[in-house]
């Protein structure tokens, strides 16, 4: 299988962590990629031009990131990272809060990439807003999380862990005690010091 991936896509750091996880490192060749310089050989596996994208050994692929983690853990080794997901809606429900975290803070990095005089000052601050709102709810909904071997905690590690590489000005730590010390932890397991965003 082939990955494509870049160092700072934090939709791709979460399935190369998922490869990690299920032991597929030996089946898989990660090949770094910049969907901002158009590439022809991603945009004709992925009409989106996005990466995550998946090559199988079949050649057929997969995208976007959780149609490929969902098949990762499928067919890798050790527990299944989504068995709390199968059996409780809320779990599903704070993998959506994770997966949408990663939307507005992609859309903040974007809109930060623009010259200033086209930047929304209206935009980044609610994305901002919605940031800060959702750390708020992770750190009160923190305790009810499973404890048990689940990719939830990881794509929360790789959604924090965007949030310090782009938006180091979000100070979310003070907002959220119990979630930085976790943050502290869980950030040197080595699926996600392997993948640290650059
Ligand atoms: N929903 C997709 C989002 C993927 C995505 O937006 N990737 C960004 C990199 S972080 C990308 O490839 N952007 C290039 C573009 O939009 O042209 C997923 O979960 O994989």
Redesign the pocket.
Known sequence: MELFY?H?????RTCRVMLREKGLLDRIEETEVN??ENPPHLFALNP?????CLILDDKQNL????V?NDYLNTIGEGDDLYAAHQRDWQVKKWQALS?GM??VA?QLRIEKTKPEAQQSALWMNRNRDALMRSVRQLETDMPKMPCEPCFLGLHIACALGYLDFRHAEIAWRSAAPKLSEWFAEVRHRPSLMATEPR
């Open positions: 870049s700072a896509s934090p939709y791709a969907p901002l989106l031009g996005k990466i995550p995208f976007d990131s959780t490929i997966h990663l939307d992609v």
